[in-house]
Antibody, heavy 122, light 108 residues
Framework: QLQLQESGPGLVKPSETLSLTCAVS??????????WGWIRQPPGKGLEWIGS???????YYNPSLMSRVTISVDTSKNQFSLKLSSVTAADTAVYYC??????????????WGQGTLVTVSS | SYELTQPPSVSVAPGQTARITCSGD??????AYWYQQKPGQAPVLVIY???ERPSGIPERFSGSSSGTTVTLTISGVQAEDEADYYC???????????FGGGTKLTVL
């Protein structure tokens, strides 16, 4: 089964760019049934979808974050990445990467990383 | 932007039935999915395609759909079911993802 692992700085300064990478193991990121997604959860709050990417590089973003988000994929390393620019304290959250299963009409996240807390503070 | 609406909280006594609703205009056209999240853990899928149950999920978890509302039903609630539950669907384009605000299930 798939395993996903987020990595990146746990502390980012305001106005800077948050960068995270998700390493995928146990399967290929080229698997056509999957998109690969980023979801975040501010402390004590709900889940928010940030965006998703296909192995081809096609991306879909949350309209509320679209102006600040870039998601990319590196098939040679079996990983995908998130960049969120101009961060503020409101971007403090646990960031999850997950596999978005689109097989046979479904569209759900079936494997999740453990999540990584990113704090925006000077 | 498209939204899914859930009640913030639901309380139920052990052994009773809990029902958590999720409403959204696109739900007649898009499937709904349900996740259980316990403190400090990543969400776990408990229902997909409105009413299908993944392997390993207890039979007491079921899902249904009627018009613009989907419902997660937990029959014979157990203390271990206390958690936050989130519905999720696709937006009208079929490519974006939307989560409901989440419902905290308290087992009295």
């Amino acid at each position: 089964q798939l395993q996903l692992q987020e990595s990146g700085p746990g502390l980012v300064k305001p106005s800077e760019t948050l960068s995270l990478t998700c390493a995928v193991s146990g399967g290929s990121i080229n698997n056509s049934i999957y998109y690969w997604g980023w979801i975040r959860q501010p402390p004590g709050k709900g889940l928010e979808w940030i965006g998703s990417i296909y192995y081809s590089g096609r991306t879909y973003y949350n309209p509320s974050l679209m102006s600040r988000v870039t998601i990319s994929v590196d098939t040679s390393k079996n990983q995908f990445s998130l960049k969120l620019s101009s961060v503020t304290a409101a971007d403090t959250a646990v960031y999850y990467c997950a596999s978005l299963n689109r097989y046979s009409g479904t569209y759900h996240f079936d494997y999740w990383g453990q999540g990584t807390l990113v704090t925006v503070s000077s | 932007s498209y939204e899914l609406t859930q009640p913030p909280s639901v309380s139920v006594a052990p052994g009773q039935t809990a029902r958590i609703t999720c409403s959204g205009d696109a739900l007649p056209k898009q499937y709904a999915y349900w996740y259980q999240q316990k403190p400090g853990q990543a969400p776990v899928l408990v229902i997909y395609k409105d009413s299908e149950r993944p392997s390993g999920i207890p039979e007491r978890f079921s899902g249904s759909s009627s018009g613009t509302t989907v419902t997660l039903t937990i029959s014979g609630v157990q203390a271990e079911d206390e958690a936050d539950y989130y519905c999720q669907s696709a937006d009208s384009s079929g490519h974006g993802v939307v989560f409901g605000g989440g419902t905290k299930l308290t087992v009295l």
